[in-house]
């Protein structure tokens, strides 16, 4: 069997398309001494501010610190945040071709005021559920016809803010009807009908407990989920939830992040496989799933299995979560982890 390593040396020569909601993200980072006069509320003396890609944009950044070229499709609005999430995105070598305008909206942006190591307050800034209109949706589809020969996986990464819709998962399937590529999806609970026959969907026990419920509540065909339960407090519980998703939509693969429990995939034709955490100490999980999909899809085209693919990525959370925000895992430290 291939070593580990050997598919993390494989990244440099994929290529991945990323579609989905982009969004800014900013850190206002500073401390607190005293109480404001005015309401019963902290003062946070600002000391340093930054902005780093988020949502889907955050999963191109895995991608390319990873090693690999990134192709993102997403829309901005006409606005500041807009064109500095682009110039974060060109400044990390990301290409941005995809990423289109639409004056519809604005820049979807989460700005996060921390103290002490603690977030205070987040103040988001978005219009929430605005699908493209025809115009924004046939240049979506030209990019992604356009760039899928010369990419080896697509990742569909849903937050649920508008971008990602059927007829848009329906469009890609049926671009990549002939030719095979590997779809996977980092999922949105109300939006897990849309996802069958994909190579993989990535949710965490949470969304997947959520997504139970919805399906059973609002899916024509929901009676046909053999899930009697929408709490997952057992590994019963989680295996059962597992292969009867994995079933509903017809998937490949399916793989539960459990956080300090670890992972559990479910493979059509095999038993459900349990990962256990590698994280050390669990400081934020913002972004974390970001990064699993990103390490997952990625080893998948480096010619690893999907029990090969989900350790990796095992690894890359239990990196990430000992860090402040939403970061990229670098290849460096990937392969450090395999040492611990």
Do not use: W
Not at 223 to 239: F, G, S, W
């Amino acid at each position: 069997m291939i070593a580990l390593n050997e598919y993390i040396s494989k990244f440099s020569d994929k290529n991945i398309l990323v579609i989905g909601d982009v969004i800014l993200d900013r850190y206002i980072q500073g401390s607190v001494s005293r109480i404001s006069p005015e309401a019963p509320v902290p003062i946070v003396l600002e000391e340093a501010s930054f902005y780093t890609p988020g949502g889907a944009a955050n999963v191109a950044h895995n991608l390319k610190s990873l090693g690999a070229n990134v192709y993102q499709v997403g829309r901005v609005g006409n606005d500041f945040e807009g064109k500095n999430l682009k110039r974060e995105l060109k400044k990390k070598g990301i290409q941005t071709t995809g990423i289109f305008l639409d004056k519809n909206i604005p820049t979807i942006t989460k700005t996060r005021v921390i103290a002490q190591h603690q977030q205070i307050v987040r103040i988001d800034k978005e219009r929430s559920n605005a699908q493209p209109d025809e115009s924004l949706k046939k240049k979506i589809h030209n990019f992604i016809e356009e760039h899928i020969e010369i990419c080896d996986a697509i990742i569909i990464s849903d937050y649920g803010k508008g971008l990602i819709t059927p007829d848009l998962v329906h469009d890609i399937q049926q671009i990549n009807r002939t030719r095979n590529k590997i779809i996977t999806v980092d999922p949105k609970v109300e939006h897990f009908g849309y996802y069958e026959e994909v190579t993989a969907i990535t949710p965490n026990k949470k969304e997947a407990e959520n997504a139970i419920r919805n399906i059973k509540i609002y899916e024509q065909k929901g009676n046909q989920l053999k899930v009697n339960k929408d709490r997952l407090d057992t590994a019963n519980d989680i295996d059962r939830a597992g292969e009867e998703l994995l079933k509903y939509l017809k998937l490949e693969s399916l793989l539960i992040t459990l956080g300090e429990e670890g992972m559990r995939l479910f493979e059509k034709g095999k038993k459900p496989y349990s990962i256990q955490t590698c994280a050390r100490e669990v400081y934020d999980v913002s972004g974390a799933g970001d990064t699993v999909i990103s390490v997952f899809t990625l080893a998948l085209t480096a010619g690893a299995d999907k029990r090969q693919a989900a350790e990796l990525a095992n690894r890359a959370a239990g990196v990430v979560v000992g860090k402040m925000g939403a970061v990229a895992i670098s290849r460096d430290e990937l392969l450090e982890s395999l040492k611990q």
